[in-house]
Each structure stands twice: as C-alpha cells, then as structure tokens.
C-alpha cells in the first residue's frame, strides 16, 4: 500500500504565500483631486502629495487646510528641518490623497484566499490521499 507524506508544511507554506502575493495589492493608492481643494479633500487623508507649479514635490502627514482654502500645511515625509510647513494653494497644480481603501483591503482578503483554495487544489491534485486510485 503507497502513502503519502503529510502535506501539512506544503500546505501551510503555499497559503502563507498566497496571503503575501495578494498583498502586493496596494491599499492606500493615490487619488488626484480637481480644483477647487476644500478641507474635506485633506481630511482623514494618510498622505498629501501636492505639486508646486515648479514641478517639485512634497508628501505631508496629518495635512490641512485653513478655513479659506489659502493655505496648505503639515508634516513633511520624511521629516525635514521644521515641524510644520505651509504652501499657499495658489503656488501649487496638483494635490492627491493616499487613504487605506476598504474594498482593496477586502480584495486583499478575497485573493488570499483565493490563492489558498488554489494552492490546497493542487496539491490534493498532484499527491492525492491513500486509496483515491487505487
């Protein structure tokens, strides 16, 4: 009578596999806003990366806005020489965002465990149990 090796090591080191190739899905993209750029563009983003008319580019944590829209400030990343910098709107072309997206989160779960289904398939498939066939 043939047996099989266990497959539990094979097993668990595909799934783990799998839960890392489905977080290559990038959680926290970056969203382009259109002008005009109100408070509610910057808040609860993770990340603010705003362009300056010159082309240059700066990314801030913990961004916001003033009452009036005028004025753009929050902390460097990766910190630089001040706490706080501030940028006047009217000095800069582009602004995006970078929040953690619930539906990719869920899409990461969804594909991990996609992945894991596969890879316990093929194994099953290539090494079946004791008495399958014959």
Not at 5 to 25: D, I, M
Not at 52 to 72: H, K, M, N, P, Y
Not at 80 to 104: C, M, N, P
Request: glycine share 8%.
């Amino acid at each position: 009578m043939r047996t099989t090796p266990p497959l539990n090591s094979s097993v668990v080191a595909l799934c783990v596999s799998g839960l890392l190739l489905a977080g290559c899905l990038q959680v926290r993209p970056w969203r382009v806003h259109e002008r005009p750029w109100t408070e509610a563009v910057v808040a609860s983003a993770h990340q603010v990366r705003a362009t300056r008319a010159d082309g240059t580019q700066i990314v801030l944590e913990d961004a916001q806005l003033d009452a009036a829209a005028s004025v753009l400030s929050g902390r460097p990343v990766p910190p630089g020489d001040g706490e706080q910098v501030s940028i006047a709107v009217d000095t800069l072309t582009q602004l995006e965002t970078s929040r953690v997206e619930s539906s990719r989160v869920l899409a990461n779960i969804g594909l991990g465990a996609l992945y894991c289904m596969i890879a316990i398939v093929v194994l099953f498939a290539l090494n079946p149990p004791v008495g399958v066939y014959g």
